[in-house]
């Protein structure tokens, strides 16, 4: 085939889910890819302090060395979403054959949006650690869209270990990938959104969420006293400003762009252009800058500038955190981003108990949770499993599904790469 001829069935190709794209994107199963450059390299006070301050958490287990010091883990440990912030590369060196499978995007064109995210939590990251990640596609699945033709349902694994090489945690999302005709039916489907200011009567009642927040803390909740229908406090996130977005991101980091500024992000900008898309006055910014900048979003046929999904995993966590105290583990969570979180939105996040079973030696409390805004719209449901001790036994942290980040991968493309 001429390269005229390769270059006509590219475009040809371009933005729609063909069977060869399919079996480009299995290639890649298992197959280690490069991280982000972590935010934060080592666990510090004022690392886990930042980020969780910026979720709205000032639970002194994460941000006060002196009663971290006695609590069981005897140090501070980070927040459970903090291993969003950390994680130096641990794939091997990539050879001629690796590279040819990661170059390129098999669904480059295709509109992109982000389905579930989970997380599995095996031990915590303490005080002076530092952390390895191992990112790597763990499947792709073939599903039809509820608007025709096809989606393709990709799914990726970040993988963290701590620097004793011990398996901390499982960070698994999935991505669905659609024809742009799809992502147009979809954005013709949404009912115009309202924007009115607050009354004040409306801002007291968030206010008065905030004041009476309690937290479990040192108090040990037991297994043996939790009851099924047991409803977590509720908990107030909002409204959101553009403020909060910018104190996220002191604790948070840049994640999708590098960080850096001027001569820094200009170097980043060389090699990947498309990162940084020109604003109204034709100046290089940020493609993150949808989040925080509404003429960004009205160019992409968005209504207003919104929350990440990241920023309602920390608040699901910190609901659960707050209820389960310091001395219970939070193992699994796992929850959809359904709706956008608009700026001006104020979020509640809820929960409750669904179930209490022992398996294992295990004492597991499984919870339903969920993120849902003024409007009475649910933005983000899931689900989350508390392993607590009870009153003749300790509390026992879960076991990875293997001893090695490697071993971890291969459990993962198992499960997840048919």
């Known amino acids: 085939m001429s390269t005229t001829e390769q270059s006509a069935q590219s475009a040809n190709t371009f933005g729609v889910l063909t069977d ?37 958490d000032d639970n002194p287990l994460f941000c006060d060395p002196a009663y971290a010091a006695t609590s069981r883990w005897g140090t501070i440990i980070a927040p459970p979403n903090f291993v969003y912030t950390m994680g130096e590369d641990a794939a091997p060196p990539a050879d001629a054959e690796t590279k040819a499978i990661l170059k390129g995007d098999p669904f480059a064109g295709l509109g992109s949006y982000q389905a579930v995210m989970e997380f599995e939590w095996f031990r915590p990251l303490k005080l002076g650690d530092r952390c390895q990640v191992l990112r790597a596609q763990v499947g792709v699945q073939e599903k039809p869209s509820k608007f025709g033709g096809r989606t393709a349902h990709v799914t990726n694994d970040f993988l963290y270990a701590n620097g004793d090489g ?87 980091g840049m994640q999708l762009t590098p960080p850096g500024t001027f001569g820094i992000s200009r170097k980043i900008r060389k090699k990947a252009p498309g990162l940084y898309p020109a604003n ?102 899931g689900t989350a499993v508390v392993l607590l001790p009870s009153k003749d036994a300790p509390l026992e942290l879960p076991t990875p599904p293997a001893d090695t980040l490697q071993g971890v991968l291969d459990h993962e493309v198992a499960r997840f790469g048919q």
């Open 166 to 252: 011990e398996v901390v945690a499982i960070q698994r999302g999935t991505w669905i990938n659609a024809e742009r005709h799809t992502s147009h039916e979809r954005a013709k489907a949404k009912e115009p959104i309202s924007f009115d200011p607050y009354t004040d009567e409306q801002l007291a009642e968030v206010d008065a969420a905030y004041d009476a927040e309690t937290r479990r803390g040192s108090v040990t909740r037991w297994f043996d006293d939790v009851e099924i229908g047991d409803e977590l406090q509720p908990r107030a996130k909002g409204p959101l400003t553009v403020t909060d977005i910018v104190v996220w991101h002191l604790g948070w």
């Open 280 to 381: 109204q006055r034709n100046i290089p910014d940020t493609v993150q800058r949808l989040h925080w900048e509404i003429e960004r979003a009205h160019e992409l046929g968005i209504p207003m500038n919104y929350d990440y999904g990241a920023m309602r995993e920390t608040w699901l966590t910190h609901l659960i955190t707050e209820w389960m105290g310091d001395d219970a583990w939070l193992w699994k969570l796992s929850c959809q981003h359904r709706k956008f979180n608009y700026i001006g939105d104020t979020t509640w996040v809820r929960g409750k108990v669904v179930d209490k079973v022992q398996v294992e030696g295990r004492n597991e409390v499984h919870l339903e949770i969920s993120c849902g805004n003024q409007r009475g719209e649910t933005t983000t449901p």
């Open 20 to 56: 060869a794209a399919f079996e480009r994107s299995r290639l890649r199963n298992g197959v280690p890819q490069r991280p982000f450059p972590p935010h934060n390299t080592e666990v510090t006070p004022d690392g886990t302090r930042h980020f969780a301050y910026g979720y709205g």
